[in-house]
């Protein structure tokens, strides 16, 4: 990955509003606060995007959820940035469980080889990878992985929070 950046540490208001949006429907939120706070922190990076990828759910946790967070998240970024949002460039090809309570190591296993992309839509493009937490690098590695092997150029990860050191 060529650079990646956070809003802000996972807890307190931030933590509340990201677990909201994803677990208590609060689908509102990712326009505001969060997404208008991701195109804030994204105008500070001297980084040169072609276009947004969301980070994505399998479809069996997507039926589940009804909506996958990142995409929201994406879509209001994409429109406070005025840059598109690809959404089915990426997606998983296998279901994975969720990654928490797992270590670093088991996060990594559990995801390795979990994504594909579409060299068509992502082929020397500079994408901007978003998520709504980073936790280990896990998701977003295995991410760019899958995309780097579709011909991606340049790949930038945000997210709207970074898990607190320990």
Known sequence: MSGIASVGIHKGKL???????KYD???????????ALLFTRLESLDWTIDTIIPVPLHTNRYRKRGYNQSQLLSEALAEYAMLPVITHALYRNRDTPPQVG?????????VSGAFAANPYLV???NI???????????????????????????????????????
């Open 15 to 21: 933590r509340k509003a990201v677990q909201a949006l």
């Open 25 to 35: 429907n609060e689908r509102s939120l990712a326009q505001y606060p969060l997404g």
């Open 102 to 110: 797992l270590d670093s190591h088991e996060r990594q296993r559990n």
């Open 123 to 125: 082929h020397q493009k």
């Open 128 to 166: 901007l990878l978003l998520d709504d937490v980073y936790t280990t690098g896990a998701t977003m590695r295995a991410c760019a992985e899958a995309l780097t092997a579709a011909g991606a150029h340049q790949i930038y990860g945000l997210t709207v929070t970074v898990a607190e050191p320990n």
